[in-house]
């Protein structure tokens, strides 16, 4: 197993509009593809931030994870045009767990 950690720094002010509109229509078009292990906000530190964890087979089944995603003609028109103009940085980690991680 492997996970993908996204981070997302959101225009000042655009946090809770970002946040509605992946539970909305972000979140049932990707969980059809990936498993959501977490996802936060920050309130300490860098503000207006998003951070999500997905789970993911393999580095090879992420990738088929994001081709078949960017395929679904739900995800572009109902989520990406509307979330990409509150997004200014964005930032993707893959993580393997540790022997000794509680998350294999």
Same mark, same amino acid.
């Given at each position: %197993? +492997? #996970?993908?950690m @996204?981070?997302?720094?959101?225009?000042?002010?655009?946090l =809770?509009?970002?946040?509605?509109?992946?539970?909305?229509?972000?979140?049932?078009?990707?969980?059809? #593809?990936?498993?959501?292990?977490? #996802? *936060?906000? &920050?309130?300490?530190?860098?503000? =207006?931030? $998003? +951070?999500?964890? *997905? $789970?993911?087979?393999s580095?090879?089944?992420? $990738? $088929? =994870? @994001?081709?078949?995603? %960017? @395929?679904?003609?739900? *995800?572009?028109?109902?989520?990406?045009a509307?979330a990409?103009?509150?997004?200014?940085?964005?930032?993707? @980690? +893959?993580?393997?767990?540790? &022997?000794?991680?509680?998350?294999?």
């Open positions: %197993m +492997i #996970y993908e @996204r981070t997302y720094r959101l225009r000042v002010g655009k =809770n509009e970002f946040l509605g509109l992946f539970e909305r229509e972000g979140l049932p078009i990707i969980t059809r #593809y990936v498993k959501l292990v977490g #996802y *936060w906000t &920050t309130e300490i530190g860098e503000l =207006n931030t $998003a +951070i999500h964890v *997905w $789970a993911h087979d580095l090879d089944g992420r $990738a $088929a =994870n @994001r081709a078949a995603l %960017m @395929r679904d003609p739900d *995800w572009g028109p109902r989520y990406l509307h990409l103009p509150l997004i200014e940085h964005q930032e993707t @980690r +893959i993580m393997l767990p540790t &022997t000794f991680s509680p998350l294999q």
